[in-house]
């Protein structure tokens, strides 16, 4: 990032203040600069070499100048002048780092969208070969937690080849992938022709999955339609509305479990949960493997009417996406934030079939910070 010139620049012991042309302001502590020095990174690896407690408990700046590209500052109990580049300063002054994990769009009223106009869309040649269009799809994907994938060919075993373009399939007890298609005695109701209402897949486990493929095969020729819609968006609105339900859910921990061929897991977490500074950080509702809440009888009731009004907003058909997806459409979501489910079929008269797999959530972020960084290198 290349910062603008610098128009005053003041140093007291404690801080250092810095302000550029084009208003940005920096205020750094005395002891971040001096945790930060650039000689206290790893020349190759740029880890940090020093530990908090090696630091002076009383780090103060005796003065500052600015001579180049860089602003160095002696310190009043160390000979040694320290110097920082101003374009790494400018970039911490500017916040958060411009990544699109970090500028969620929120979208509420699902069933104004339509799949295919309002969300990401690519095709199968496209994100194997144009990596611009695929950083544009993955851009999408992190800022709406919803995208999709066209022309993907009908062949089992083809979205691992698709998703080696989007981030890191990770294995479960269910493999690599997993097979959605009705059998005669499924262990997930998922295995099943019932319709699904909206969910989060697997809060049973540690970590949830992050991201969630649907490869359609073999689409249902009438019913089996996908439901999506915003979890964020819709926990927000419950803030709006009843904001002590809200924070019931975000304070309570709900046991979720899974008994299977091979796997007993178990986790507990809040069916919303927040980020340490308070923002909506993911959503686990799944009704379907909720295991009895272990809470005395006052407070379960309580739990249970702010349970019952987020149930009531995700069954409200205003906030849900629905779209049919076709023979070699592939749906992808951010599983801890898009709730997903679909519509009941005839599975007798029509094998629908569909293979999904899990992503880590940080290897699809990687994946477009890798790719942003590449095409700015070539560009
Ligand atoms: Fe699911």
Redesign the pocket.
Known sequence: MKAPAVTAVTARPERLTVQWADGTRGEFAAIWLRDNLPENRHHHSGQRLNDVADLPRDSRIRSSSVAGTGLSLAWQDESQVATFALDWLYACATGLPGRPEFHPRRWLQGATLDAKRDFALLSWPAIQSDARARLGWLTRLLQDGLAFLTGVPSIEGTILEAMAFVGRVAETNYGRLFDVRTVAQPENL?FSDLG?GL?A?NPYREPVPGF?ALHTLVAAPDGGDSLFADGFALAAQLQADDPDSFTLLTRTPVPFRYRGTGADLYAERPLIELSCTGAIAAIAYNNRSIQPLRLPAAECTAFYAAYRRFAELLRDPRFQLSTRLGNGDLAIFDNRRVL?GRTGFASVKHPRHLQGCYLTRDSVCSEAALLRAALAAES
Request: proline share 0%.
């Open positions: 998922a699904l969910h897949d969630q997903h």
